[in-house]
């Protein structure tokens, strides 16, 4: 019975050329999105599940409580002994603080230079986690300054050799550090990128400021690992002791941590998680949304073509065959349509694979053999898209009158006429113009993002690291870029005025108040010449004066305001911030300071030339490679021990906006992919409706009927069809784009210029499917139309 079903299948198939190509088109480009979709999904909830206990390891977070509570996943560098020494539900604790640095290599002849990194590391971070070992003692490899493990690719890459045990290497030039252990490769799905894992007794030789309980460097996390059953929540609870203890009364009311699962780590972008659970939501829905147009497509052709079955269907049914029986076959048809359109799909994703992970900066695989999530998904694609778009067609078929059918006056509306193939061409378009005005408004907010006023000048900046911060230094580095006569601004500071780095906020005391204020502030540090590189503007003062140290202070109007003083009042009182006294010398006029999803924060600038890590250059348009090449020369006659990179500004506040772009490529590349399944539903659809109207369309021209009448027979029904799929679409993407841009402080309108859009490109595209063949019925020979019946 199988094979009468597959081979009376392959005969339907060849027999309907057209019909199968459009089916297995859609279905390869639904299925295709599908598996890329599903596996980059699964890449990101499969990041760092590969620990043994990864259901008992937590991360410990802060949280700031001012006027508002902020929270971070960086806590202060003491807190690991205290998890250790005070609570006995922590198994293990391990402290772990990301830092940059150059990595040479002395002992090779050519000394090369890999801008690395490292993370100084607790010897119990590695008990914590499954990083496997491949050489060195796992006791005692960290228990001594000056030492580090390494992956065995840094191992080949340094030394040659992936035993590297005993070997050295230097850190920016300072300090010799002794290879004691060498791990493997760091799988592709976590988060800890770091390469290499230095003691962290020697953090204190390094980084002696770090070992305060009341700042919080930016690369510090602390990670612990609870016992058996402990109760997470009583745990949690129990977390408030550590502000008691170690904070005094004030401290204790705005310091407090908590405990964050492992497995919530890559997905919270609350606390700087690489990617939303709403965004792999929202790629699974479209996922969704894709294979449901594909199917839709197929069931509409299927009943299309229905009617021309209905003689074969009848001589089935006199000759004994049984309603099921008839379901099954057209099921089998169904099924060999997928599988075919399943190894086309499976072909064309491992060849755009690697232009997804380009694109999306992932490293997501096609394990079909090693992630059994895989198989088992695309086994249950086969299945439901075997059933979803075979069952209606194949129900419609065995369910025809065995007379009638033999009579051929078998009509549309018995074989699910037109009104339901309506319902599903409405579906698909409302599908394609949600994610069209998806796709229009997350372009118009990048645009936005990118144009608006940021309160400062960003165009022809180029900001290059400064590895030495002592004054000697930066003079003769400014010395030397001043000489060029390309450089027009020179300005040495911490950070540009808005940065995804470099914000430290910290309290402030105004005047003569006793308390600090309830608000944090963020001190930014930068020479007098930051203002005018910036083109920040005073609304009332001077400019800081040249100082290496903190004497004087700038805020900006937003901290002025929460002070409660009008500008000109703040002049010349005095102020702490962070513990350092100064006075205050001009008010700024308010910049964003982070990217459009936050509110303008309170704001000081200062002289710390201790902070100046990087030096900000205005440079002239005109030949800009040639100036690029000059200021790595100077770079590096300045700075040879060190890696010369440079990045314009414009391009450094990009990375706010990340997540945003690659989702922006990820809506136009399926939005176009949906518009086009559908398209060709309507090719399919109205080349059966010309088929069909072909006698039609004869005696009409006959009668003189012109090109633009018959054109208008089969375009007007399309339209309507468009116009109802828009009236749902509207509203559901104003709903979704609503609350989109609700994640923005400051965005654009969702006004009808975009909804318009929307519908005015998806009726282009479909004139141009439907005006094709509607042009090519209305110029067929009249005589030949009235002869084909």
């Keep these: 019975m199988l094979q009468n079903y597959l081979t009376t299948a392959r005969r339907t198939l060849a027999r309907h050329k057209s019909y199968t190509l459009i089916n297995v088109l859609g279905l390869v480009l639904g299925m295709s999105c599908a598996i890329l979709i599903f596996s980059f999904v699964n890449y990101h909830l499969g990041f760092d599940k590969f620990h043994a206990n990864a259901d008992r390891i937590y991360r410990v977070t802060s949280e700031l409580h001012n006027e508002t509570v902020s929270k971070y996943g960086i806590v202060p560098q003491p807190i690991g002994a205290a998890m250790r020494d005070d609570y006995a539900f922590v198994e293990k604790a391990a402290m ?63 030394f040659g050799v992936k035993n590297a045990l005993g070997k050295s290497l230097r850190l920016d030039n300072k300090t010799d550090i002794t290879v004691t252990g060498i791990i493997k490769n760091l799988p592709e799905n976590t988060d800890f990128r770091q390469e290499i894992f230095l003691s962290y007794v020697t953090i204190s030789q390094t980084q002696p400021w770090l070992n305060s309980w009341g700042g919080i460097y930016s690369g510090t996390q602390a990670f612990v690992l609870l016992k058996p059953g402990t109760d997470i929540v009583k745990a949690d609870r129990l977390m408030a002791g550590i502000s008691t203890k170690y ?43 894709l294979i449901i147009t594909a199917c839709v ?105 065995p007379i009638m059918a033999l009579k051929g006056k078998m009509t549309q509306s018995q074989v699910g006429g037109f009104s339901i193939r309506k319902g599903l061409v409405v579906t698909q378009f409302a599908i394609s113009q949600t994610l069209l005005i998806g796709t229009i408004v997350v372009t118009s907010q990048m645009r936005f993002n990118s144009e608006a006023d ?56 105004y005047a003569s108040r006793p308390e600090q204020e309830k608000f944090t502030i963020f001190l930014k540090s930068g020479d007098p010449e930051y203002l005018s590189m910036f083109g920040l503007q005073l609304v009332a003062g001077r400019n800081l004066a040249q100082s290496d140290t903190v004497r004087e202070y700038l805020l900006n109007e937003t901290a002025v305001k929460k002070l409660g003083v009008k500008p000109e009042e703040a002049i010349g009182k005095n102020v702490s911030v962070n513990g350092a006294d100064g006075m205050i010398v001009g008010v700024m006029k308010d910049f964003h300071n982070f990217s459009f999803r936050s509110k303008i924060e309170p704001v000081c600038l200062t002289t710390r030339s201790d902070h100046y890590s990087r030096v900000a250059l205005k440079i002239s348009g005109q030949n800009v490679p040639k100036t690029l090449a000059s200021l790595e020369k100077i770079w590096n006659e300045t700075n040879a021990e060190y890696i010369y990179s440079y990045q314009f500004l414009d391009d450094h506040l990009t990375y706010f906006y990340g997540t945003d772009e690659l989702v922006l490529k990820l809506m136009w590349i399926f939005a176009a992919i949906a518009i086009f399944i559908g398209c060709l539903g309507l090719y399919g659809l109205i080349s059966f409706m010309a088929a069909q109207k072909t006698k039609e369309i004869g005696v009409r021209k006959t009668l003189g009927a012109g090109i633009g009448s018959i054109i208008w027979l089969f375009g007007k029904q399309f339209a309507q069809l468009l116009v109802i799929a828009f009236v749902i679409a509207a509203p559901i993407g104003w709903w979704l784009m609503d609350k989109y841009l609700a994640d923005f402080k400051y965005h654009i309108d969702l006004n009808a210029t975009i909804f318009l859009a929307a519908i005015g490109i998806t009726f282009l595209i479909a004139i141009v499917t439907v005006g094709y063949r509607s042009v090519k019925a209305a110029l067929m020979n009249p005589v030949k139309a009235l002869r084909s019946e």
């Excluded at 640095?101 to 008990?127: C, L, Q, W």
């Excluded at 972008?269 to 969704?288: D, M, N, P, R, T």
């Excluded at 940021?454 to 870029?481: H, Q």
Aim: hydrophobic residues 45%; contains cysteine.
């Design 247 to 289: 904070y005094d009364a004030k401290g204790a009311k705005t310091f407090s941590y908590h405990l964050q699962p492992l497995s919530d780590v890559h997905m919270n972008q609350e606390f700087g998680g690489a990617i939303a659970k709403s965004q792999l939501i929202a790629l699974s829905l479209i996922a969704v949304f």
């Design 454 to 509: 940021m309160g400062f000048k960003k165009d022809a900046i180029v900001m290059l690291p400064v590895p030495e911060t002592s004054p000697a230094k930066t003079s003769a580095m400014r010395a030397r870029l001043s000489q060029l006569p390309e450089v027009e601004k020179i300005a040495f500071c911490e950070a540009p005025p808005a940065s995804p780095d470099g914000n430290f906020d910290t309290g402030i005391r």
């Design 96 to 158: 772990t603080i990301n830092f940059g640095g150059t990595i040479s290599i002395p002992s090779r002849k050519d000394n090369p230079k890999f801008g690395d990194g490292v993370a100084y590391t607790e010897p119990d971070f590695f008990a914590i986690m499954d990083f496997p070992l491949v050489a060195g003692d796992p006791q005692t490899m960290l228990s001594q300054p000056n030492t580090a493990v390494i992956t065995e690719r840094l191992a080949e890459t340094y």
């Design 297 to 401: 497509n197929f069931i509409n052709l299927a009943t299309a073509q229905a009617l021309g079955r209905s003689r074969e269907i009848g001589v089935r049914k006199v000759m004994g065959s049984m309603k099921s029986q008839l379901f099954w076959q057209f099921i089998t048809e169904t099924a060999l349509i997928t599988v075919i359109a399943f190894v086309f799909a499976i072909g064309l994703a491992y060849f755009s694979l690697p232009y997804m992970n380009e694109m999306l900066s992932t490293r997501v695989t096609l394990g079909l053999l090693q992630d059994f999530n895989q198989p088992l998904f695309i086994f249950g694609l086969l299945v439901v898209v075997t059933f979803v778009a075979g069952s209606y067609p194949g129900l419609v078929l065995a369910g025809f009158q």
